[in-house]
């Protein structure tokens, strides 16, 4: 099979106006189905903020993979 280059996305996933987790994915919805299906939520203000009322808002597009894993590490996601 040959390689072939795909596309990452760096990505806010905000619940509102509040950002609750970043990251690095090739495919935004699968991604975003992902994260509103994960059950989870954050406590901000001491509110829940359910993640099944959440949306994805791309950030930028990475040419490679390491320099996506590295944007998450300097931003703590």
């Given at each position: 099979?040959?390689?072939?280059?795909?596309?990452?996305?760096?990505?806010?996933?905000?619940?509102?106006?509040?950002?609750?987790?970043?990251?690095?994915?090739?495919?935004?919805?699968?991604?975003?189905?992902e994260h509103k299906n994960s059950g989870q939520y954050t406590v901000y203000n001491g509110e829940r903020l359910y993640w099944c009322y959440g949306h994805i808002v791309q950030v930028d597009e990475v040419v490679t993979r390491e320099s996506g894993l590295q944007w998450e590490r300097d931003n703590g996601f």
């Open positions: 099979m040959a390689n072939q280059t795909r596309d990452t996305y760096k990505y806010h996933f905000k619940v509102g106006n509040v950002i609750v987790h970043g990251g690095i994915t090739y495919d935004l919805n699968k991604r975003e189905n």
